[in-house]
C-alpha cells in the first residue's frame, strides 16, 4: 500500500480482505492470494528496473503489470468511498474533507445487503438483519455459524409442525420465518466482513433446500398424525420447485457468455418490453414479487402453517409457484426466439453436465455420432421421451413390464438428445425437461404402488438426487465444472436410475410392499455416495472461495 494513501477503511477492506480473488486492488493498494504470487514477483522486478521510474502509485504500476502477465486483478466498486493517492497538498486536502463526508459503516452496513432482492426480504427482513450481522461481526460469529443455526432453527420448525398440533403449527410458523431472518443475516455478515470461503459456499448451495424440504415432510407427518395423507402434494412441492429452478441455472449458464446474432439483448421485444417496465418502479416489485421468491414464498408458508392446514399450505404453494415457474419460463423463451444467440463451447458442455446422462445415454450418444445420425433437435426428442415416459407411467399399472419398455425408449432418445452440443436456442430446457420426468416417473411409482411408506420413500429419493443436481449446479457456478464423472455412472444418471426404478417394480409387483424398501435403498445409496463426494469437494482447498447470492427466482 502507497504511504501517501488517503482513503476508507472499508475500501481497503474491499481491496486486501476478500478471499474470492487472486489479486485486488484499488487507487494506491494492491493485495494477493498465492495463485497470484509469481505474477507479482515478476511485477516487482519490472518495476525495480525500467519501469521504476513510471508515472503513478507504485501500487497502481505493480496492479497494471500484474494484469498484463495475464492475472485478472479484481478491482471493487467503491461507490461514494474514497480510494487515492493525493499528488500534492491541495489534493490531500481535498481527500480528507470527501473522507469524512462520507460514513464509511453506514456503506458497509448498506452494501451488506444485496442490491437485488425479493418485496418482502428487502423491505420486512434486511432493515434490521443487516443490524444482527454486524451484531454478530462484532462478537466473532461467523456466517457459517449463522448459517447452521439457520439450520437448525428450520430443523426444529419442522419437528413442531411434525406434531400435528395447532401449537406446533403455530410455532413452526414462527420458527421459518426466524430461520429465514437467519439465512439472510448469514449472506449479509458475509458481505459485511468479507468472509467468504469453501465450506460457506457448501452450506449456503444446500442448507436452503434442506431447510424448506425438511418442512415439507415435518407437514406432511403433521398431517398423517391427522389422517390427512399430503405426502404426494409435499413430493410435487418439492419436484415443481425443483424443476424451476434448474430452468433458472440453465438459462443463466446458456447465456451468460452468449453473444447476439446481429442485435444487442436490448434490440429483442421482449427485452425491450422489460426495460420500459422497469422505468414505473411498482412494476419492479410486482414482477419479483409473483414469481414467489424464497422471501414471499417462506413468509407465505409459515403464515399458512400457522392458520391453516398443511394440505392448504401445499396447495397454495403448488399454485403459486406454479405460476411463478411459467411467468418466468414464458418470459426465457420468448427472449430465446426473439432474441437469437451464439451458444459458447462452455456453455454447451455446462448444459451436458446439467443434464446428468449417464452411461446407457452416453452410450446411445456414441453409437449415433458413429452412424453419422443426425439430430432433429435436443428439446423436442427430450420433450418427446419424457412425454412418452411420463404417460407409460400413467396408463400402465404397477409393476407392468410395458413401463420397463418405456424407459427404455426414454434412455435411448435421452441419448439421441445429447448427441450434438446443446447450442440450439432453446437447448437450455433439455436439463429441466430430463428432471421433470425422473422425478414425475418416481412420484407416479409410488402412488400406483399403493402401500405404506412408498411416498416418504419417493420424498427421500428425490431429495437425495436433487441434491446432486444442484450440487452440480453451484460447481459449475464456482468454475470448476461438474462432479467427476465416475460419480455420474455410479449413480446411473438420470435415464439409469429410471430404468432401474421400473425394472424393480416389475420385479416386485407381486410384491408391492417390498417397493418402498426398493426405494429407500436407492435413496441411501445416492445419497451416500453424493454426499460423501460432495463433503470431500467443498472442503478442499480446491473448491471455489464464492458466496451465493441466493436463488434467482
Given at each position: 500500500?502507497?504511504?501517501?494513501?488517503?482513503?476508507?477503511?472499508?475500501?481497503?477492506?474491499?481491496?486486501?480482505?476478500?478471499?474470492?480473488?487472486?489479486?485486488?486492488?484499488?487507487?494506491?493498494?494492491?493485495?494477493?492470494?498465492?495463485?497470484?504470487?509469481?505474477?507479482?514477483?515478476?511485477?516487482?522486478?519490472?518495476?525495480?528496473?525500467?519501469?521504476?521510474?513510471?508515472a503513478?502509485?507504485?501500487?497502481?504500476?505493480?496492479?497494471?503489470?500484474?494484469e498484463?502477465?495475464?492475472?485478472?486483478?479484481?478491482?471493487?466498486?467503491?461507490?461514494?468511498?474514497?480510494?487515492?493517492?493525493?499528488?500534492?497538498?491541495?489534493?490531500?486536502?481535498?481527500?480528507?474533507?470527501?473522507?469524512a463526508?462520507?460514513?464509511?459503516?453506514?456503506?458497509?452496513l448498506?452494501?451488506?445487503?444485496?442490491?437485488?432482492?425479493?418485496?418482502?426480504?428487502?423491505?420486512?427482513?434486511s432493515?434490521?438483519?443487516?443490524?444482527?450481522?454486524?451484531?454478530?461481526?462484532?462478537?466473532g460469529?461467523?456466517p457459517?455459524?449463522?448459517?447452521t443455526?439457520?439450520?437448525?432453527?428450520?430443523?426444529?420448525?419442522?419437528?413442531?409442525?411434525?406434531?400435528?398440533?395447532?401449537?406446533?403449527?403455530?410455532?413452526?410458523?414462527?420458527?421459518?420465518?426466524?430461520?429465514?431472518?437467519?439465512?439472510?443475516?448469514?449472506?449479509?455478515?458475509?458481505?459485511?466482513?468479507?468472509?467468504?470461503?469453501?465450506?460457506?459456499?457448501?452450506?449456503?448451495?444446500?442448507?436452503?433446500?434442506?431447510?424448506?424440504?425438511?418442512?415439507?415432510?415435518?407437514?406432511?407427518?403433521?398431517?398423517a398424525?391427522?389422517?390427512?395423507?399430503?405426502?404426494?402434494?409435499?413430493?410435487g412441492?418439492?419436484?415443481?420447485?425443483?424443476?424451476?429452478?434448474?430452468?433458472?441455472?440453465?438459462?443463466?449458464?446458456?447465456?451468460?457468455?452468449?453473444?447476439?446474432?446481429?442485435?444487442?439483448?436490448?434490440?429483442?421485444?421482449?427485452?425491450a418490453?422489460?426495460?420500459?417496465?422497469?422505468?414505473?418502479?411498482?412494476?419492479?416489485?410486482?414482477?419479483?414479487?409473483?414469481?414467489?421468491?424464497?422471501?414471499?414464498?417462506?413468509?407465505?408458508?409459515?403464515?399458512?402453517t400457522?392458520?391453516?392446514?398443511?394440505?392448504?399450505?401445499f396447495?397454495?404453494?403448488?399454485?403459486?409457484?406454479?405460476?411463478?415457474a411459467?411467468?418466468?419460463?414464458?418470459?426465457?423463451?420468448?427472449?430465446?426466439?426473439?432474441?437469437?444467440?451464439t451458444?459458447?463451447?462452455?456453455?454447451?458442455?455446462?448444459?451436458?453436465?446439467?443434464?446428468?446422462?449417464?452411461?446407457?445415454?452416453?452410450?446411445?450418444?456414441?453409437?449415433?455420432?458413429?452412424?453419422?445420425?443426425?439430430?432433429?433437435?435436443?428439446?423436442?426428442?427430450?420433450?418427446?421421451?419424457?412425454?412418452?415416459?411420463?404417460?407409460g407411467?400413467?396408463?400402465?399399472?404397477?409393476?407392468?413390464?410395458?413401463?420397463?419398455?418405456?424407459?427404455?425408449i426414454?434412455a435411448?432418445?435421452?441419448?439421441?438428445?445429447?448427441?450434438?452440443?446443446?447450442k440450439?436456442?432453446?437447448?437450455w430446457?433439455?436439463?429441466?425437461?430430463?428432471?421433470?420426468?425422473?422425478?414425475?416417473?418416481?412420484?407416479?411409482?409410488?402412488?400406483?404402488?399403493d402401500?405404506?411408506?412408498?411416498?416418504?420413500?419417493?420424498?427421500?429419493?428425490?431429495?437425495?438426487?436433487?441434491?446432486?443436481?444442484?450440487?452440480?449446479?453451484?460447481?459449475?457456478?464456482g468454475?470448476?465444472?461438474?462432479?467427476?464423472?465416475w460419480?455420474?455412472?455410479?449413480?446411473?444418471?438420470?435415464?439409469g436410475?429410471?430404468?432401474?426404478?421400473?425394472?424393480?417394480?416389475?420385479?416386485?409387483?407381486?410384491?408391492?410392499?417390498?417397493?418402498?424398501?426398493?426405494?429407500?435403498?436407492?435413496?441411501?445409496?445416492?445419497a451416500?455416495?453424493?454426499?460423501?463426494?460432495?463433503?470431500?469437494?467443498?472442503?478442499?482447498?480446491?473448491a471455489?472461495?464464492?458466496?451465493?447470492?441466493?436463488?434467482?427466482?
Amino acid at each position: 500500500m502507497d504511504s501517501a494513501f488517503v482513503g476508507h477503511v472499508h475500501a481497503l477492506r474491499l481491496a486486501l480482505t476478500d478471499p474470492r480473488f487472486d489479486a485486488c486492488a484499488v487507487t494506491g493498494a494492491l493485495a494477493v492470494l498465492p495463485g497470484a504470487r509469481d505474477a507479482l514477483d515478476k511485477a516487482a522486478a519490472l518495476a525495480t528496473g525500467a519501469a521504476a521510474d513510471g508515472a503513478g502509485p507504485y501500487a497502481d504500476r505493480l496492479a497494471a503489470s500484474v494484469e498484463a502477465a495475464g492475472t485478472v486483478v479484481q478491482r471493487p466498486e467503491l461507490g461514494t468511498l474514497v480510494a487515492t493517492v493525493p499528488a500534492g497538498p491541495a489534493d490531500r486536502e481535498a481527500a480528507t474533507a470527501a473522507v469524512a463526508a462520507v460514513d464509511d459503516e453506514a456503506v458497509r452496513l448498506r452494501t451488506a445487503v444485496k442490491s437485488r432482492d425479493g418485496f418482502f426480504t428487502t423491505f420486512f427482513i434486511s432493515p434490521y438483519s443487516r443490524y444482527i450481522a454486524r451484531w454478530c461481526a462484532r462478537r466473532g460469529l461467523t456466517p457459517n455459524q449463522v448459517t447452521t443455526a439457520s439450520l437448525i432453527t428450520a430443523l426444529i420448525a419442522a419437528g413442531c409442525a411434525a406434531t400435528g398440533e395447532r401449537w406446533g403449527y403455530v410455532a413452526a410458523g414462527l420458527l421459518l420465518l426466524v430461520s429465514f431472518v437467519l439465512d439472510c443475516t448469514d449472506g449479509q455478515l458475509a458481505r459485511y466482513s468479507l468472509q467468504y470461503s469453501t465450506m460457506g459456499a457448501w452450506l449456503d448451495a444446500t442448507f436452503d433446500r434442506a431447510k424448506e424440504y425438511s418442512f415439507y415432510a415435518g407437514l406432511a407427518l403433521g398431517a398423517a398424525r391427522n389422517g390427512d395423507d399430503v405426502w404426494a402434494l409435499a413430493v410435487g412441492a418439492m419436484i415443481l420447485m425443483t424443476c424451476r429452478h434448474v430452468v433458472d441455472f440453465s438459462f443463466n449458464e446458456a447465456n451468460h457468455d452468449a453473444t447476439a446474432a446481429g442485435a444487442s439483448p436490448s434490440g429483442s421485444p421482449t427485452a425491450a418490453l422489460s426495460a420500459k417496465l422497469d422505468s414505473v418502479g411498482w412494476t419492479v416489485w410486482v414482477r419479483r414479487m409473483i414469481i414467489l421468491p424464497i422471501g414471499e414464498r417462506w413468509a407465505m408458508i409459515a403464515v399458512l402453517t400457522a392458520l391453516t392446514t398443511p394440505r392448504i399450505v401445499f396447495y397454495a404453494l403448488l399454485v403459486g409457484c406454479a405460476f411463478g415457474a411459467l411467468y418466468t419460463t414464458a418470459g426465457r423463451v420468448l427472449r430465446s426466439l426473439t432474441r437469437r444467440a451464439t451458444r459458447t463451447d462452455r456453455a454447451a458442455r455446462a448444459l451436458y453436465d446439467l443434464t446428468d446422462s449417464g452411461p446407457v445415454a452416453e452410450l446411445v450418444a456414441q453409437a449415433l455420432i458413429l452412424l453419422r445420425a443426425s439430430s432433429p433437435g435436443a428439446l423436442g426428442i427430450a420433450v418427446l421421451a419424457s412425454a412418452q415416459l411420463i404417460y407409460g407411467a400413467t396408463q400402465a399399472s404397477f409393476g407392468s413390464w410395458g413401463m420397463v419398455v418405456a424407459a427404455g425408449i426414454y434412455a435411448f432418445f435421452a441419448g439421441g438428445a445429447v448427441m450434438a452440443p446443446l447450442k440450439g436456442a432453446l437447448d437450455w430446457l433439455v436439463p429441466p425437461v430430463f428432471r421433470a420426468a425422473e422425478y414425475t416417473t418416481v412420484l407416479i411409482l409410488a402412488v400406483k404402488a399403493d402401500v405404506p411408506g412408498a411416498l416418504p420413500a419417493a420424498f427421500g429419493l428425490i431429495a437425495a438426487v436433487a441434491y446432486h443436481h444442484y450440487d452440480t449446479v453451484y460447481r459449475i457456478r464456482g468454475g470448476t465444472g461438474a462432479p467427476p464423472h465416475w460419480l455420474v455412472r455410479t449413480i446411473g444418471g438420470h435415464e439409469g436410475r429410471v430404468l432401474l426404478l421400473t425394472v424393480l417394480a416389475a420385479v416386485l409387483a407381486s410384491r408391492e410392499a417390498d417397493f418402498p424398501v426398493a426405494l429407500t435403498a436407492a435413496a441411501v445409496f445416492v445419497a451416500l455416495v453424493v454426499l460423501v463426494e460432495s463433503i470431500r469437494f467443498w472442503v478442499s482447498s480446491g473448491a471455489p472461495a464464492v458466496h451465493d447470492e441466493g436463488e434467482p427466482a
